[in-house]
């Protein structure tokens, strides 16, 4: 009988709005229903992008071994996001809870619904930060380098911190 070979999935998390620190936890909780949680970020604050009239964020990336398909995890993905409250109204904009799928093992996908690897993922110190604190080796197909690599390349200067006990920025 064959058996399907999990994937090596990395999840970007991030809320703003409520009891942040705990929508990432319990993101990560249901999360765990969709494969196995191999190690988690801490939890970073980091300030909002685009949208700039909203509180900071909490951010965190998880690294996910599942054997669902990259669109069944993103519909996992948006099960999960919906069950803790997400209204999308403004672009950017405050949320419970955000998850994308920025690396799922070395698949590149681009359609509609989905892009794999996540198309900003190299632009960003809030996904970088936390992706090279688990998995600085993670690879990007597309752009073909090292998540610590990218993150060398990274001329945002955004602030990343990692979160005091309040979840705000120090």
Same mark, same amino acid.
């Given at each position: 009988?064959?058996?399907?070979?999990?994937?090596?999935?990395?999840?970007?998390?991030?809320?703003?709005?409520?009891?942040?620190?705990?929508?990432?936890?319990?993101?990560? /909780?249901?999360?765990?229903?969709? %494969? $196995? @949680?191999?190690?988690?970020?801490?939890?970073?604050? #980091?300030?909002? &992008?685009?949208?700039?009239?909203?509180?900071?964020?909490?951010?965190?990336?998880?690294?996910?071994?599942?054997?669902?398909?990259?669109?069944?995890?993103?519909?996992?993905?948006? /099960?999960?996001?919906?069950?803790? %409250? $997400? @209204?999308?109204?403004?672009?950017?904009?405050?949320? #419970?809870?955000? &998850?994308?799928?920025?690396?799922?093992?070395?698949?590149?996908?681009?359609?509609?619904?989905?892009?794999?690897?996540?198309?900003?993922?190299?632009?960003?110190?809030?996904?970088?930060?936390?992706?090279?604190?688990?998995?600085?080796?993670?690879?990007?197909?597309?752009?073909?380098? #090292?998540?610590?690599?990218?993150?060398?390349?990274?001329?945002?200067?955004?602030?990343?911190?990692?979160?005091?006990?309040?979840?705000?920025?120090?």
């Amino acid at each position: 009988m064959f058996q399907s070979v999990p994937t090596i999935a990395y999840i970007g998390l991030g809320s703003n709005l409520g009891d942040k620190k705990a929508n990432c936890r319990r993101a990560i /909780a249901l999360l765990a229903k969709s %494969g $196995r @949680v191999v190690r988690v970020s801490s939890l970073y604050c #980091t300030e909002p &992008m685009g949208f700039a009239e909203q509180d900071d964020f909490v951010n965190a990336v998880v690294e996910l071994e599942t054997d669902l398909s990259p669109e069944a995890l993103l519909h996992q993905c948006r /099960a999960i996001e919906e069950a803790l %409250g $997400r @209204v999308r109204t403004i672009h950017w904009g405050p949320r #419970t809870i955000d &998850m994308d799928i920025l690396l799922y093992g070395t698949t590149m996908i681009e359609t509609p619904e989905l892009t794999i690897p996540h198309p900003l993922l190299h632009t960003r110190r809030f996904v970088l930060v936390p992706l090279c604190e688990i998995a600085p080796l993670a690879f990007h197909p597309k752009l073909q380098q #090292t998540a610590s690599n990218l993150f060398l390349d990274l001329h945002d200067h955004q602030r990343v911190l990692r979160c005091d006990e309040n979840g705000t920025l120090p």
